[in-house]
């Protein structure tokens, strides 16, 4: 496992890779999300070589890859899909082959067998694309009872619901977008895991709780830093990780308020505050 950087999840914006990757590497992070679009029109103009240089300057390594496909957009997804295979190419040439989505917890439109099926058909394609050239595909489910409640059909809100998706999908690479946040605020215990294996899992995120607040009335955009609060035990979550062998990337998600702040004006701080907080993780965790 390693310390993984995503600028975007502690509120900083606009920053390019090179500027993202000399972020990371000056707080100690060991590694930064890429944006495989920006990373696209850098290998076009100055070579696959330039932008795999940029990592091997910084000491840093990519983590993983937002989708780059309107997967839930039906006039949308299949246009983004031949775009694919080029950026997966890539993704792959740079050593960066995880790539994630999200999976909304509930539907006004479709009943779950339907909605099933539909993200079956949707995902599948996207799957193979990614499995023909060498990547992974992580699918997060979402956790909060305040996103399913008022919504016309629940669909998958837990880890054993989206690992049976995963299979129904059935191209062999696709897994979790594992978030503490969401396996918390699903109502799982730590014990979830132990039905799972390393390969199951593509990416991790990782995110305190606020304190004094009901498990079902947790905001989804509401969050901690790591080991702020000690509502979400990250010590036994991470530990779980190191016993399955997990040796991928690891990002702070705090969806912080105070942080945003600090973000807005001074991205090195809030990357710092950030890193210090990830170090008390990894040294609580023994890791």
Known sequence: MFKNLSPGAIGIRGLSLARSLDLARRTGFAGVDLNIGEAAELADRDGVGVVRQLF???GVRPGSWGLPVAWHDDERWQEDLQHLPRLATLARQLGCTRTAAWCPPASDVRPFEENFAWHVAHFRPIAQVLA???CRLGIEFI????LRRGRKYEFIYT???MMELAGAIDTGNVGLLLDAWHLYTSGAS???LD???AQDIVVVHINDAPAGIPLDEQID???RLPMETGVIDLVGFMNKLAALGYDGPVTPEPFSAPLNDIAAHDPLQAAQITAE????LWQAAGL
């Open 56 to 58: 091997e300057d910084a």
């Open 132 to 134: 023909d050239h060498g």
């Open 143 to 146: 956790g909060p009872k305040t």
């Open 159 to 161: 880890l054993d619901g």
């Open 190 to 192: 730590l014990d979830a």
């Open 195 to 197: 039905a799972i294996t």
């Open 221 to 223: 955009n509401v969050r």
């Open 277 to 280: 907080a990830m170090k008390r």
